[in-house]
């Protein structure tokens, strides 16, 4: 059984950076299409973005120009690298698989 884990998130000043891991148990020998979301505060999930199965990715306009997906075969695990980050960047963000499984989250908190 495929399973998520995601790491990395933390507290940080509104500019900063973070780089969230997602690594995928379970299954070594699949390149999985994986798509990362997020939950602000009191609202619904939405889409951050995704990573194919050949490296190919995309981000949503939000994110474009300050976040980067991006997948370590050997590792097994997908990376969130977010850059310049907002207030409005705070959330729980999890990783997915399209009808498979997703990750219990990680706290991002953008504050000064």
């Known amino acids: 059984q495929v399973q998520l884990v995601e790491s990395g998130g933390d507290s940080v000043q509104p500019g900063g950076s973070l780089r969230l891991s997602c690594v995928v148990t379970g299954d070594s020998d699949t390149l999985y299409f994986i798509s990362w979301y997020r939950q602000p505060p009191g609202k619904e999930r939405e889409l951050v973005g995704s990573?194919?199965?050949?490296?190919?990715?995309d981000l949503v306009e939000s994110a474009q120009g300050r976040f980067l997906i991006s997948r370590d075969r050997v590792k097994n695990t997908v990376y969130l690298q977010m850059n310049n980050l907002k207030p409005e960047d705070t959330a729980r963000y999890y990783c997915?698989?399209?009808?498979?499984?997703w990750g219990r989250g990680t706290q991002v908190t953008v504050s000064s």
């Open positions: 997915m698989i399209p009808n498979e499984a």
């Open positions: 990573i194919d199965n050949f490296g190919g990715t």
